[in-house]
């Protein structure tokens, strides 16, 4: 077994960040479902076209509309429809510094409030990003690239929003990330494939990856992928369920290496309790492939701060402290 790099992990940091996320306010300040959320419309309307390729940033030295430190809901129109987000600007946000945006899309069902108070990434330095899916089949949020989801043009609605937050707040272009929860996490995988110049890394948990939403997925750049998965995920077979179009979850994360052009065979960098940990090396751009494997996890985020979902939750690592110190590794080049 060779050591994990420290751009990866250093065990006693991650415990720390752990350990600090969980004691973290922010989750007290998202907007309760049940209670009238700050709104605010875009001017813009929509943004025509989607736009893979890194964007100045424009947002700098702007006066602020909001709080740092408060979760607010806000609008946007894109493709003729208002879409809702959940913005979330760090205590220390300045508006003449560049920060970091992190994007975490919920899973089906579920809702930007929710994925933001079980996955704390709201306590980190970063711009949190929170958008909500549309309505589908059976009346539940979803994301594009699945076959319950409304069949809006999401990957334009993250390109249109990108462009507003960078027009309206002082983003780092080159350090935009996404990550997400089941169909949230399968959806971060469509916008790997499809926004690959403009998002420097994403970091599903429990994704979902339907097949048909990666149809002909041609990244224009090595992505690189860190990835969760649970192996008694009760929603999401970390053994695949070739009937409804989902691969082997390993699988979908070898063929990650493979499109990044990395060497052909994982190394195991953490073995520890119920984490085996694997990465692909050698490949093109300093990108890196790393799938982190939870024994007896279930459809869960591992270490959350509120219920993620059902079956085992892992608290041998957090998977926010995991993704955080592989996004600062992993800007745009």
């Given amino acids: 077994m060779r050591k994990h790099t420290p751009k990866l992990l250093r065990a006693t ?24 959320p700050v709104r605010q419309s875009s001017p813009r309307g929509h943004q025509s076209g989607i736009v893979d390729h890194q964007v100045p940033t424009r947002g700098c030295s702007r006066q602020l509309t909001g709080e740092p430190g408060v979760s607010e809901e806000r609008t946007i129109v894109s493709g003729g429809v208002t879409r809702s ?70 990957v334009l609605f993250v390109s249109d929003l990108l462009n507003e937050l960078q027009s309206t707040l002082c983003v780092d272009p080159a350090r935009i990330y996404v990550t997400g929860k089941s169909n949230g996490g399968g959806f971060a995988g469509v916008l790997a494939c499809r926004l690959s110049r403009r998002i420097a890394a994403a970091a599903p948990v429990s994704g979902a990856f339907y097949q048909a939403g990666e149809e002909n997925c041609a990244p224009r750049r090595a992505v690189p992928i860190l990835d969760f998965h649970g192996t008694a995920d009760s929603i999401v077979d970390y053994l695949g369920e070739p009937e409804d179009g989902l691969p082997p979850v390993f699988d979908w994360t070898a063929a990650w290496a493979k499109r990044d052009g990395c060497d052909d065979t994982a190394q195991t960098i953490v073995a520890k309790d119920d984490i085996t940990a694997f990465q692909w090396t050698g490949c093109r751009a300093h990108s890196e492939v790393v799938h982190y494997r939870i024994e007896g996890g279930g459809h869960t985020w591992p270490g959350e701060l509120a219920d993620s979902g059902p079956g085992h939750v892992t608290k041998t690592i957090s998977a926010t402290a995991v993704m955080w110190d592989f996004f600062k590794a992993h800007p745009l080049r």
Avoid: C, N
Avoid at 13 to 36: D, K, Q, R, Y
Avoid at 115 to 135: K, N, R, T, W
């Fill in 85 to 154: 987000y959940v913005l979330h600007l760090p205590a220390g946000y300045r508006p003449t510094k560049k920060t970091p945006l992190v994007m975490a899309f919920h899973g089906r069902k579920g809702s930007g409030q929710q994925i933001e108070g079980f996955s704390g990434i709201s306590a980190l330095d970063a711009i949190a990003v929170y958008p909500q899916g549309l309505i589908g089949e059976g009346d539940h949020t979803a994301w594009q690239g699945a076959p319950y989801a409304s069949g809006a043009d999401d």
């Fill in 13 to 36: 940091a991650l415990a720390a960040l752990a350990v600090s996320l969980v004691g973290a306010p922010a989750v007290a300040a998202v907007t309760p479902a049940s209670a009238e």
